[in-house]
């Protein structure tokens, strides 16, 4: 596509909207939740603030300034600046591959639950909710229906393009989102026991951080503002050429930080309260919170509400984790829109097939301890993502170069950012990179920390 006939979004809510429904998503409400249980809680959380605010948005604003000045998708926009770094936008689309492969997995578990949530959940009892979980995403076929009605909604969307696909459903749900993620809150902070979940959750115990926790917080920071594997790099292609990039680099992260804050405070209390294990991973928010739908005065409709939010924040990222790639078929070998979409939307339902059934049936096939469903977890959000993000931020500062980029995120100087030069001269050419570079290297055992 030239850049005269490039789609771009109708308006700057409608960017926003976009990138918000691209950045808050599973990642937020179902992945959060379960790292912070798994890492230690609290000083897991100050990590991933931390991270958010140095790493974040400074490679936030990085990404859409690239995307909006080349007006192409990840794999061609290193390409217009320099050629031989094309690779590396091709490690933003295998990411995004591997993760829509698990995560319309989990986006079909949300469809099913909103179906469980409108029957009512049976009972409080963690034996209960955790075997109803269990044999759900452990059956060879019921989760499959739903993950097949999940990439049916993902494909039909992208199919049909920017303004009438992605950004007319992005605008609806976020604020409904937000309100019913706030009435939870405070239903499971006053539940009898919430505070241990409470203090689980807040008072943070640093002696709980590793190497290990690092990278996790890293890898979320990416995978939760969409970063990494072109989504937003693609959405700010889409970007018109008089928006303000930093006053909408930093809300879409903002908004994004306090709903997965929020999702804490609606699970951790529940945990608690209820005597779940927080460790429990990717179960977490679908076996405590029909424990807390059904105690809860009306808790069908709250229950039912949610998981349909649920359902629609997933979705309005996996059609921006779905929308890269089919940029890059289009953009790159010439495929017409409908049948890159249709095509690559299909492989990667097929993948996912075999990702929920690796929760089940093929839970015998491990690598390196993960089946396959984890596995994609894993290597996409804790390795390729980071990768692609430290090399993208390099890429920018020092190849298209710092002052370019901040051109660009300007508007030539038309628009303030108040903290451009120190983006431009520090944040994106030093902390972000060295920082990635260190967490990433002593996650991996080359440096010690
Ligand atoms: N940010 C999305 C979420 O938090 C997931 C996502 C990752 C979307 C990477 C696009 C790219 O659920």
Known sequence: MTGESRETFGSKMGFIF??????????????????????????FLIVYLVMVAIIGIVCFVAEVSLGRHTRQSNVGAF???KPSWAPVGLIGIIAGFMILSFYG??????????????????????????????SFVSHPVSPLIFT?????ATIYIVYSGIQDGIEKYSNIMMPALFVIIVILAIRSVTLPGASAGLEFYLKPDFSKITGETLLAALGQVFFTLSLGMGSILTYGSYLSQDENIPSVCTTVPLMDTLIAFLAG??????????GFEPTSG?????????????????????????????????????????EPVVAYMIEEHGWERRRATVI???????????????????????????????LLDYISGNWLLPISGLLTAIFVAWVWGSDNALQEATNDG??????????ANVLIKYVAPILIAIVFLSSIGLIKV
Not at 148 to 152: K, T, V, Y
Not at 265 to 274: E, R, S
Not at 351 to 372: D, T
């Open 265 to 274: 405070l609606v699970i951790f209390p529940a945990v608690f309260a209820y």
């Open 148 to 152: 097949a009605l999940f990439m049916i």
């Open 414 to 423: 038309t628009v303030e950012f108040a903290w451009g030069n120190l983006w």
């Open 282 to 322: 990717g179960g977490l928010v679908f076996i405590t919170l029909p424990a807390v739908f059904s105690e809860m005065p009306a808790g069908i409709l709250f229950g039912s509400a949610f998981f349909f939010l649920i359902f629609l924040a997933a979705l309005t990222s996996a059609i921006s984790l779905l």
């Open 18 to 43: 976009a990138a918000a429904g691209s950045a808050i998503g599973l990642g937020n409400i179902w992945r959060f939740p379960y790292l912070v249980g798994m890492y230690g809680g609290a000083a």
């Open 344 to 374: 690559m939307g299909s492989i990667i339902f097929a993948v996912g097939i075999f990702a929920s059934l690796s929760n089940g049936v093929l839970s015998g096939f491990k690598i390196g301890g993960m089946v396959l469903f984890d």
């Open 79 to 81: 390409k217009a600046i």
């Open 105 to 134: 997995v989990v986006g079909g578990w949300s469809i099913y639950y909103f179906f469980k949530a409108i029957a009512g959940f049976p009972s409080a009892d963690p034996g209960v909710c955790g075997d109803m979980f269990g």
